[in-house]
């Protein structure tokens, strides 16, 4: 009998390095995401891999998927209702209020801030849609001729300037902040994959603070 829960899945500490470009970050290490229980992902794969510039903060998704994929919204829409990667980050290690950042295939891009101290989306305090200034997005898949829904694999670069979101400033070398990355499979079939498992399963709950990774952030690479 295979056992999952908190107890035998602790959140876990991912080092993200001071690096000099964003493009660096293709060559940090990837972390694999499995399901909202803990349990390896069925059907899909998705690994993502992080960095940091003094300016910037920079998240790598790369995914397998299952067409036909569900690609419906555009900019500032409800991008989350697609296939879509997402990643949290609230300003401390602490903090039960983030940034919320989704993205679909399109390279569409939704944004939220939260204040989730209850863990509950029935007193969460939710600001939805708002533009931020200066984020990046690069998205590829393949086969090229498939387009979007047709795509068997994609990626998506995430780079985010730290003056557009919560903290407004970039972690010092050591600091913890609290954060995640999910990936919605919406294709042939539908998953809910997380970095760090928030055991909330059924339904789908990506929203829960105290089960976020702690991301350790370094000082600058030779």
């Given amino acids: 009998m295979t056992v999952t829960g908190p107890a035998v899945h602790p959140v876990p500490i991912v ?53 036909p994929l569900t690609i419906e919204r555009g900019e500032r829409e409800e991008v989350f209702r697609d296939e879509c990667v997402e990643v949290f980050l609230a300003a401390t290690e602490d903090s039960f209020e983030y940034d919320e950042l989704v993205v679909n295939p399109r390279g569409c891009l939704y944004t939220a801030r939260i204040g989730n101290p209850d863990e509950s989306r029935e007193t969460w305090r939710i600001s939805g849609g708002a533009p931020r200034s200066g984020i990046l997005i690069d998205v590829e898949g393949g086969p090229t001729p498939a387009g979007p829904r047709g795509w068997t694999t994609w990626s998506c670069r995430l780079v985010v300037p730290w003056t557009s ?58």
């Fill in 165 to 222: 979101i919560s903290s407004g400033r970039p972690p010092a070398p050591g600091e913890v902040r609290r954060g995640n990355a999910y990936r919605i499979a919406r294709g042939r079939s539908t998953e809910f994959l997380a970095l760090s498992p928030t055991f909330r399963a059924k339904p789908p709950d990506f929203h829960v603070p105290s089960r976020f990774a702690r991301f350790l952030f370094g000082a600058a690479t030779a």
């Fill in 15 to 67: 080092p993200i390095a001071r690096v000099a470009s964003p493009r660096d970050v293709a060559a940090q290490r990837p972390w694999t995401l499995s399901g909202l229980d803990g349990a390896p992902a069925r059907n899909v794969e998705t690994r993502v891999r992080f960095a940091a510039t003094a300016e910037l903060f920079v998240v790598l998704f790369e995914s397998a998927s299952e067409p």
